[in-house]
């Protein structure tokens, strides 16, 4: 029902559900309708214009009445239409469902004609039976319905597969039921949507295809007359009496299109990435929607961001992802962010150079200030000139960060060449000097391999030489080694300290791991449901965590040589964004809640280099 | 590369043997005596039985094909009784001018295809995209052959600009401004249907490769928006692409049917329908395979594009 009602409010939809139903039931109805004899010939009346007396759309060269023949024509069309439609979905789908439940050899073997079949191009094979069977249109019908068999087999195959395997199938085979059995009794009932849907879908195609035929001479032999024949017979007219093609024509069009509009309306109904807007292309730009943008602050900040605020408006829900965040990192300094995955971490990271996906990202609040410019304010060209050059990204998962299709030294010397004029050579040259620098071997020939054809920590130490290659001042790096083994991670962090050391490096470093932090990071602020909860030194916070929710994320690190240790998991799940609690988000996981907690907003209070938001903060404040 | 080729190349072997079974399936199950159905009812007794022993039809099936087949590979498609002709030099020479036809139809429609698809997609929901996805909706749902109908009657009737029918004018025509001229229409109205669908798997294809990760490192490279949508999206979006054209191919080679008995166009769809009312059965079943054996061809060469692009094919 709701994917019905999510069809007709598809206007298209409707209107093509609309124009189907009409013609079907005038066609229906054609026996009751006060029309002419669609073959009483009156050649007195021969050829006369649409809108004539006596003949709304005209006559033929018989003089018979077009608009009599065209809903007798309709009719046929239709029932043909239908009828092969039915007949190839039967035999079709009869074939898959077999192909697909039993596997193995019998599906081998059917698959493999179904293949052979479908190597012909498809009116082809129509024709190549028509010729055999000879013209008619109940040949003609057979011929359709026969080269669309393949169609629906393959397609209910792939339904019937995924269906196979399922608990219930299984525990009809064990309750003892045979083959046929299990497919009438399981597996036909949850196909047949799929069979009815494919069916309605390609009925447009079969009562295309039959009007073909019946265009070409091949079809119904005069006096029957269906859409294609009459379109045939026009033809021949075609200077002299142009709407005796026009008119059967525009019919055969309209039938087509209503068909697909409402099969479009039903796959976009089916299709769930569309009803959320996911498959909607992402801006070149977040969005940038604030009513303010706050002062600037004095200090020595590289990056300074202030009450930043993201959210995702996914349909009439607004999941405030980032809300009013701020840090800043100063020149040669590594930041490092800690949060549980959905704590907005790496939407803040992306928030900063506008790579958050919009729609469905929002930026509604907050300034981001690189060297006191606001990065929130950039045109998507200002912004284009500082991502990579000043700001620049490590992320992920390398196999899906780096293009699959290129060579990873044509992916970096790109990179130099949207910043700087080089020429290829002298591009390429640096790329693999930067390669060099990430230490990986042979750079020179590794920088003609593809992404997939590298190890993932090398795949990472080309992401990190991406990020580098212009020299930026601040790198941000969303979790880079979490996609690593521990020894390759290890070795990456090294290397990214190291190169940070060397270069007098920003680094903002997104994270879930504290072991990381403590490894790399001269600050860190910790984040929860969108919002910092705890900042301050790293060897500080590690020591003395204020906040209950900082010293949980402390105690899930394994120690090494630490003997036995129960690792203690967070209970519970961070709150969904949508829908926050009025005071602090953590306290419904939290061990020490009280009602202060929840009563009102909780804010963040500094206390010398470190703040905290706790009413009730831990250690020594 | 090399290797993947080959193996490609060898894999249509098999689909060739199949197709010839088909074929030759499909002209067995003609109902009653083969010889009188080829030569029609009119045939004196002495021809039927001169073809028959001829076909070999007193044969088991199985030998049936093996003859049939070795005499396919050496060329000889039997003989055109309506045309007093060998079958496969009238086939040879209609397929040229299909060749020609279907050829600057393929060209149109992935010209045109990956165009809209690229366009609608990187408008998306804009009024370009709207307007192009209708008009993209209307080109799949037309029929071609009376659309057909009515480009002849504006551009040839109604507008005098362009030749109606036929491949060369009869008169002083033949070379190739007169082909160009005569192509236009033809060509145009068989792309329409093929455009439509590649620029609607453009478009979505499109769609769904910009939402991917590696479309936003090349943002956070600084890689300009036209970069990022020719380079990278539509790049990676034409993996998927590819095979789709080398399926149009097949609808475009089928098509031709009905633009070529259309526009008089002298190829092998037209050959087609007029041997089939004659009745000349060798005729259709050469016309067929040759058809369909070119069609097996373009989906290698689109498989064979599709490896060179996407490195990661041969894995």
Redesign the interface.
């Known amino acids: 029902m709701v994917t019905l009602r999510l069809i007709l409010r598809n206007r298209l939809a409707a209107f093509g559900a609309f124009v189907l139903l009409a013609v079907a039931v005038i066609s229906l109805l054609a026996p009751l309708l006060p029309i002419a004899d669609p073959d009483l010939t009156a050649p007195a009346n021969r050829l006369k214009l649409p809108f004539s007396e006596g003949a709304l759309l005209g006559t033929d060269h018989l003089g018979r009445d077009l608009l009599s023949r065209l809903i007798w024509g309709t009719r046929l069309s239709l029932f043909v239409g239908i009828a092969a439609a039915v007949i190839a979905a039967v035999i079709g789908s009869a074939i898959g469902i077999v192909a697909g439940f039993y596997g193995g050899r019998t599906d081998g073997v059917i698959m493999r004609g179904i293949d052979m079949l479908m190597a012909f191009p498809y009116i082809l094979l129509a024709l190549a039976i028509v010729a055999v069977l000879g013209p008619g249109l109940l040949n003609a019908l057979y011929a359709v319905a026969a080269v669309n068999i393949p169609f629906f087999a393959r397609n209910i195959r792939g339904v019937t597969v995924s269906i196979a395997h399922r608990e219930f199938v299984d525990a009809a085979k064990l309750a003892g039921m045979n083959g046929p059995r299990i497919i009438v009794s399981e597996i036909l009932p949850n196909v047949l949507p799929v069979i009815v849907i494919t069916m309605s879908t390609t009925i447009g195609w079969m009562i295309l295809e039959t009007a073909g035929l019946s265009f070409l001479g091949l079809g119904s032999q005069p006096p029957q007359a269906d859409l294609g024949s009459m379109l045939g017979e026009g033809r021949k007219l075609l200077i002299t009496a142009p709407h005796a093609s026009i008119v059967p024509g525009l019919m055969i069009f309209a039938i087509v299109m209503s068909v697909n509009l409402l099969g479009d309306g039903i796959r976009d109904a089916l299709d769930p990435r569309l009803r959320s807007g996911a498959l909607s292309r992402p801006a070149a730009a977040t969005l940038v929607e604030r009513s303010d943008i706050p002062e600037r602050q004095a200090g020595d900040a590289l990056l300074d961001v202030q009450s930043l605020q993201t959210d995702f408006q996914v349909g009439k829900r607004t999941y405030k992802a980032v809300g009013g965040v701020s840090f800043h990192v100063k020149p040669g300094e590594c930041l490092g962010i800690i949060g549980e995955s959905g704590s907005g971490k790496s939407v803040t990271a992306l928030s900063l150079a506008g790579l958050v996906a919009s729609p469905p990202g929002v930026i509604t609040g907050g300034a981001v200030r690189m060297g006191g410019e606001d990065t929130l304010s950039m045109t998507g060209d200002e912004l284009r000139h500082i991502r990579g050059k000043r700001i620049a990204y490590i992320f992920q998962d390398p196999l899906t960060t780096l293009h699959p299709l290129y060579r990873v030294g044509d992916q970096l010397s790109e990179a130099i060449r949207c910043h700087r004029p080089v020429s290829r050579q002298d591009a390429w040259e640096h790329a693999v000097s930067l390669l060099e620098q990430v230490r990986i071997p042979n750079a020179a020939s590794r920088a003609k391999a593809y992404p997939h054809e590298l190890s993932g920590g090398m795949r990472q130490r080309v992401g990190i030489a991406l990020a580098l290659i212009n020299e930026p001042e601040i790198i941000v790096a969303d979790e880079p080694t979490t996609a690593l083994d521990v020894t390759v991670q290890a070795q990456v962090l090294a290397l990214l300290d190291d190169l940070r050391r060397e270069r007098n490096l920003a680094l903002l470093f997104i994270t879930h791991d504290f072991g990381v932090v403590a490894q790399l990071c001269d600050r860190v602020a910790v984040m929860y449901a969108g919002r910092v909860v705890e900042t301050g030194p790293t060897a500080d916070v590690l020591a003395n965590p204020f906040h209950p929710y900082t010293r949980r994320l402390i105690d899930c690190v394994p120690e090494l040589g630490g003997g036995r240790r129960i690792l203690s998991a967070i209970p519970g799940l961070p709150p969904a964004v949508d829908d926050l609690p009025a005071g602090c988000a953590f306290a419904p996981r939290c061990d020490k809640v009280s009602d202060a907690c929840t009563a009102s907003q909780v804010a963040l209070i500094p206390s010398g280099a470190r703040a905290v938001r706790c009413v009730a903060p831990e250690g020594r404040p | 590369m090399y290797a993947y080729a080959l193996k490609r190349l060898l894999a249509v072997v098999p689909?060739l043997c199949?197709?010839t079974?088909?074929?030759f399936a499909?002209?067995a199950?003609?109902p009653g005596d083969p010889a009188t159905a080829i030569l029609g009812s009119y045939a004196t007794p002495e021809n039927v039985e001169k073809l028959n022993r001829q076909l070999g039809t007193d044969k088991p099936l199985v030998q049936q094909y093996l003859i049939w087949l070795g005499n396919l590979l050496q060329g000889d498609l039997g003989r055109s009784y309506s045309l007093n002709r060998p079958v496969l030099d009238e086939v040879l020479e209609r397929f040229s001018a299909t060749l020609i036809l279907a050829g600057a139809a393929l060209v149109l429609c992935t010209i045109w295809g990956l165009l809209i698809g690229i366009w609608t997609?990187?408008r998306?929901?804009g009024w370009t995209d709207k307007i192009l996805t209708f008009a993209v909706?209307?080109g799949?749902?037309?029929?071609s052959?009376?659309l057909g109908?009515?480009l002849?009657?504006l551009f040839s009737?109604k507008l005098r600009w362009l030749p109606a029918s036929g491949m060369f004018a009869i008169y002083g025509g033949g070379d190739l401004a007169d082909l160009l001229a005569h192509l236009v229409l033809p060509a145009l109205t068989l792309s329409i249907v093929a455009t439509g669908v590649i620029a609607r798997l453009t478009r979505?294809a499109?769609?769904?490769v910009?939402?991917?990760?590696?479309?936003?490192?090349?943002?956070?490279?600084?890689?300009?928006?036209t970069?990022?949508l020719y380079?990278?999206a539509f790049?990676?979006a034409l993996?998927t692409i590819i095979p789709v054209i080398g399926v149009q191919a097949?609808?475009v080679?089928?098509?031709a049917?009905?633009i070529e008995?259309?526009f008089q166009w002298p190829g092998v769809g037209r050959m087609?329908?007029q041997?089939?009312?004659t009745?000349d059965?060798l005729l259709?079943?050469g016309g067929?395979i040759v058809?369909?054996a070119s069609?097996?061809l373009f989906?290698l060469l689109a498989d064979l594009a599709q490896s060179w692009?996407?490195?990661?094919v041969e894995?």
Do not use: C
């Not at chain 2, 910009?210 to 928006?225: H, M, P, Q």
């Open positions: 689909v199949g197709l079974v088909i074929v499909i002209m199950l003609i997609a990187a998306q929901y909706l209307i799949i749902s037309v029929p052959f009376w109908l009515l002849i009657l009737v979505s499109m769609l769904e910009l939402r991917l990760d590696f479309i936003r490192t090349a943002r956070a490279k600084g890689v300009s928006e970069g990022v380079r990278h790049k990676a993996v097949g609808f080679l089928g098509g049917v009905y008995t259309v087609l329908v041997a089939i009312s009745r059965l259709v079943q067929v058809v369909a069609y097996v989906n692009l996407d490195p990661r894995t």
